[in-house]
């Protein structure tokens, strides 16, 4: 039965991908007698946690009396410290929530487990990891930044069979169809940056905006992020990217390492960044062992060149990356595969 | 109805992939009433046709006076001439057989549509073309070297997701899972000839010969071809495709072109002709057009690497091959993708 209401909190946690950082999108819901009362999600960051909206819900519909003795479920263990919000254990205690079940642990060692003690000292029941994997599956990039310093990094590519990005001459831009160019959008919505490099930007002047029906309201226009190892002033003035109306989103760093850009990425909030580039840079990351999950599109084609997705054409690795669970989707003729990646 | 039955001659035919070149593998069966009376298929050149198997097969348990009046569904056109077996029209007219309905029309310009006027000069109705489709794509290997002089080519390659084929020094030859290497038996048994390069006998030594429970019985070694730029001595002496029990089924080919080679063999009766070589060698047949269909795993791993699945890493096309109605599937951890591309 955790289980179940645990999957729903984790649903609560999807409304709520790629809105929150840098806060986990926490989601949580509250039962009694198998009945839910309210559910919530943290929807920004300075707004209530996933809880206090759970328990907000829960009043518009329900008295206070009623919520005494129920069970909250909580993809995170609730927070005993006050933040920009008051702490959430001390909002379950004054509800008088009489059992806590949590899916992840805080990634903060200092304070793991810490809800624990503080609940079971009133008399709550507490109980921890269910579902955890998925859980911090779904917090991943909170649970990245916490403990690295740096961001989730999802790398996207799309290539043609042969595992080139660049079609025949006079064949036009694009390999992959709308389904597959659609979940493109999908994966932007769930990043707080995008790192393209120069090249990219001269070649196509990408505008990496959010666009189609699935933006949610209130995603922010993530960070567009330039790396170039050439002098910033030779990238195009005319650029998408410096011009439209997002033009103050977009970030140039100039001779910087793969870490340290991560590295002021994290520190700017992004738990989760997207990379959107071409293979050269794309294999940088990848041989700094700086990749954690990938996202690549094939559409059915054979384009030869000398464009490679991932690396320079000759990227040396000492071991290969391997992807966990790979899922593979198809989408119209093209086909997805997604996956964590060893790193 | 048609359609239904002609199903199940496609189901015959099946039986016998890849065992009856030079000729198609015709499945046939007979219906009357709703009933199916015989069916049947061409088992091996110099055996019976199809058409012949399905009659023999329902007089094993009718008499030839319920033949009369019946329908019999075949594949292909039948043969309207005596090759090294009887026309089959003649079989047809014996048994008084007072319907005809075929799906491929005779690929041979001389013969095609020549079955339909004989059987209907003795009164039997014909319809011509029910799942032509699915018919000619069964005996694509037979249509294409009669319209072609050269055999259908199946150009298989076994990639990491970056579309490399071998992984970092230390982690072994195999990129793909026992799921990915039963198909690639499977597309053996579908074939008369598999074409490899020089570079890969010496570097992976490969038996390429059918292994595992699906060899169909009557199944014969494919010819081995080694095509190898460099002189034919420099090859190991000690290959298995020299040594093993097999070896009068290994050819080599020095400093031939692909079309050559396909042309010889196509004169040494094989349909279909299945490529397992490195991307050098597999990128020469792309450029030159003479691929007809391919089938590609991916292994869920990023390998790096200079050596591409397909070409040399800088294979230069003027137009793109595309695959048409590529059929995805999942085996194992790894991807496949198989389909006609356009040539």
Redesign the interface.
């Known amino acids: 039965m955790h289980e179940k209401w645990m999957r729903m909190a984790l649903n609560e946690a999807q409304k709520s991908r790629g809105l929150t950082s840098p806060n986990p999108n926490v989601g949580a819901v509250i039962v009694k007698q198998g009945e839910i009362l309210g559910r919530g999600v943290h929807r920004k960051a300075g707004l209530p946690h996933g809880e206090r909206e759970a328990i907000a819900d829960a009043l518009t519909r329900h008295s206070a009396d009623e919520l005494r003795g129920s069970t909250i479920y909580v993809t995170l263990e609730p927070c005993s410290t006050q933040g920009r919000t008051p702490a959430c254990v001390q909002g379950i205690l004054e509800m008088g929530i009489s059992s806590v079940v949590y899916g992840a642990v805080d990634p903060n060692p200092e304070h793991a487990g810490r809800a624990d003690g503080i609940l079971q000292a009133q008399g709550v029941e507490v109980t921890a990891g269910v579902l955890a994997e998925q859980c911090e599956y779904e917090h991943r990039g909170f649970f990245k930044r916490m403990r690295s310093g740096r961001p989730w990094v999802i790398a996207k590519s799309a290539?043609?069979?042969?595992?080139?990005i660049t079609?025949?001459a006079g064949?036009g831009q694009w390999l992959t169809g709308a389904e597959a160019r659609a979940e493109v959008q999908n994966i932007r919505c769930e990043s707080d940056a995008i790192i393209t490099g120069g090249n990219t930007v001269r070649a196509d002047d990408p505008a990496l905006t959010l666009r189609g029906e699935n933006v949610p309201a209130g995603k922010i226009q993530p960070w567009r992020v330039v790396m170039t190892r050439s002098d910033a002033r030779f990238l195009p003035n005319s650029a998408k990217l410096f011009n439209d109306e997002f033009s103050d989103r977009t970030l140039v760093y100039q001779n910087e390492s793969p870490a340290s850009v991560l590295k002021q990425l994290a520190e700017m909030d992004c738990n989760v960044v997207m990379l959107e580039c071409g293979g050269v840079l794309l294999?940088e990351f990848?041989k700094a062992g700086l990749v954690d999950e990938?996202v690549?599109f094939?559409a059915?084609?054979?384009?030869?060149?000398?464009k490679?997705?991932?690396?320079d054409?000759?990227?040396?690795?000492?071991?290969?990356?391997?992807?966990k669970n790979?899922q593979?989707s198809?989408l119209g003729?093209d086909?997805m595969?997604r996956?964590e990646?060893n790193c």
Chains 1, 2 share one sequence.
């Open positions: 290539m043609s069979l042969d595992g080139k079609r025949p064949e294999g990848v990938c690549f094939y059915p084609m054979i384009c030869g060149g000398s490679d997705g991932v690396g054409g000759d990227m040396q690795l000492a071991n290969s990356l391997h992807m790979p593979w198809q003729n086909l595969v996956g990646v």
